[in-house]
């Protein structure tokens, strides 16, 4: 546990899911309705820190809150992302998983996903 981390440090209330290793909570500053978090209970940095266990129970509450997702928001679609580092946008020095619920409409035109992070290279079916 580090004092510092917003992660480590949460009010238990927050929870809305939770396994031996990891927790889920709904996003404080969500990009779309359901956006939430899944978060290893061990305070660790990078994901590639993960030990094969912590991954497996990781991925679990990832699964298990899509479907609970499935069933509150009804979205059409879902990014799954990880920023490991400050290069990548890490922003708390905690390793979380962003699901975030899509919806069609949301963008105007989505295609090329997770490669938005960098525009310039976000339309490579074009080139």
């Not at 990891?22 to 990009?31: E, K, L, R």
């Not at 997702?69 to 879902?78: I, M, R, T």
């Amino acid at each position: 546990m580090a004092p510092e981390c917003p992660f480590c440090t949460l009010e238990k209330g927050r929870v809305v899911a939770s396994n031996s290793l990891a927790f889920a909570i709904s996003d404080g500053y969500p990009v779309s309705p359901g956006h939430t978090l899944a978060i290893p209970h061990r305070h660790v940095e990078s994901f590639f820190e993960l030990s094969p266990q912590e991954h497996d129970a990781l991925f679990e509450i990832v699964r298990e809150q899509k479907r609970v997702l499935d069933g509150e928001f009804a979205p059409h679609a879902f990014n799954i992302g990880i920023n490991d580092g400050p290069a990548a946008g890490q922003t708390v020095a905690h390793v979380h998983v962003h699901l975030i619920p899509r919806y069609r409409g949301d963008v105007a035109n989505p295609r090329g996903g997770v490669r938005w992070v960098l525009p310039a290279k976000s339309r490579y079916w074009t080139e």
